[in-house]
């Protein structure tokens, strides 16, 4: 559980969700403890009630309980998230896998990884399809979208914080697979004809050093460098794109809880992320927010794609170049079209504006009460 990263507010939000449906629930796994204050009594129970018992368990060793229903955060080819002390996975009387996953191939090796779990829980159709053609036997595919937190994440009133600018935001951990490097050319694009714009990226993540070198011999630019207290130099890869520093503000790493207070305050939200395996939850928040969000139309973000709720980029090449991963249902946005989009959402503010209202409409649906009680109900009821 965290406030800074995907998986962590999943976590987050299980606990507080799943402790209001009644459910007893633990964390069995490692958690920011230190940023987790703030997010009140739910983590904190869910934390205190798992670590107590774990801390008695021999190292090293897979541990079982009958007693209970486990759920695995699972990534590409199904690899578990060991356990940061143990190395180890917890199994119950029924072990649940929750599948966010951006490599198209599953192996060998993956497939019976599969075979070990009652079911696996997908966190997109695209997802889904690939666990299901990836010939996993009788284990069964479930898919189970994110949630939003429509508490905190809505349409409210904007207080000028970056007034006489046009703000573009765009969020999600700086990796070759978020596609940051088409953000910064099709922004560089608009701000040559709009030199006021201002992009507001949320790129930070406690995985930066590793994940910068993903845009490493990619064409035309080096990858982004880290400075001294081991963040991106955002504005310093900009600059390789044509972007001043003027241009590019670097928000570093946000707990969840004050993203919406970034997101009410810009004009746009911009996504030109080459795969997503769930839906891209910083995106569904914008949307939530009532932004006007261009959107790569590919993979996980079909999910949540709507020409009457968002701008959406669907021209769709072939990913350059060579990834060691499998690239089905990837793509590759084009840095005009990007251009065109925010260009469109500057000159006509009314269809933006309706457009954002829709998104937030649409995202209503979307909430983490819903998704929860969704995710419970298939592993307490062992629906396939």
Not at 73 to 85: C, E, H, Q, Y
Not at 238 to 267: C, K, T
Request: charged share 20%; glycine share 12%; hydrophobic share 45%.
């Amino acid at each position: 559980m965290s406030p800074v990263f995907g998986w962590g507010v999943y976590g987050l939000n299980l606990a507080r969700h799943g402790l209001r449906e009644g459910r007893a629930l633990g964390c069995l796994c490692a958690c920011d403890t230190g940023v987790l204050t703030q997010e009140g009594e739910a983590p904190a129970q869910v934390l205190a009630t798992g670590q107590a018992w774990l801390a008695g368990q021999p190292e090293g060793e897979d541990l079982c309980r009958d007693d209970l229903v486990v759920l695995h955060a699972l990534g590409n080819d199904l690899k578990p998230a060991a356990l940061a002390a143990h190395q180890a996975l917890v199994w119950g009387r029924r072990t649940y896998g929750v599948v966010f996953c951006e490599d198209s191939r599953i192996t060998a090796a993956g497939r019976q990884r599969a075979a070990r779990y009652d079911g696996l829980i997908a966190g997109s159709h695209w997802a889904g399809d690939v666990l299901r053609r990836a010939g996993l036997g009788r284990v069964p595919v479930r898919v189970v979208l994110q949630g939003v937190d429509g508490a905190r994440f809505r349409p409210e009133a904007r207080g000028g914080m970056f007034k006489g600018r046009f703000a573009v935001f765009s969020g999600g951990k700086l990796e070759y697979r978020k596609g940051q490097d088409k953000v910064l050319q099709g922004f560089a694009r608009f701000h040559r004809r709009h030199p006021e714009a201002l992009l507001v990226t949320a790129w930070q993540s406690p995985w930066a050093a590793a994940l910068a070198q993903t845009f490493q011999g990619r064409e035309g630019y080096a990858p982004p460098v880290l400075r001294a207290n081991g963040l991106v130099d955002v504005q310093g890869w900009a600059a390789q794109f044509g972007l001043p520093p003027a241009a590019v503000l670097d928000l570093g790493i946000i707990p969840n809880a004050y993203m919406p207070l970034v997101l009410r305050e810009v004009d746009a939200a911009l996504f030109a992320n080459r795969c997503e395996g769930g839906t891209n939850l910083v995106a569904m928040e914008a949307m939530a927010c009532g932004l006007p969000v261009v959107l790569s139309a590919n993979s996980g973000h079909l999910d949540i794609l709507g020409a009457g709720h968002c701008y959406p980029l669907r021209r769709q090449g072939a990913v350059p170049g060579a990834l060691a991963a499998g690239l089905e249902g990837w793509g590759e946005s084009d840095a005009d079209d990007i251009a065109v989009a925010l260009e469109e959402i500057y000159r006509d503010r009314a269809t933006a504006a309706m457009r954002g209202a829709a998104a937030a409409r649409f995202m209503a649906g979307l909430d983490w009460r819903r998704s929860v009680a969704e995710l419970l109900g298939i592993v307490e009821n062992r629906a396939s």
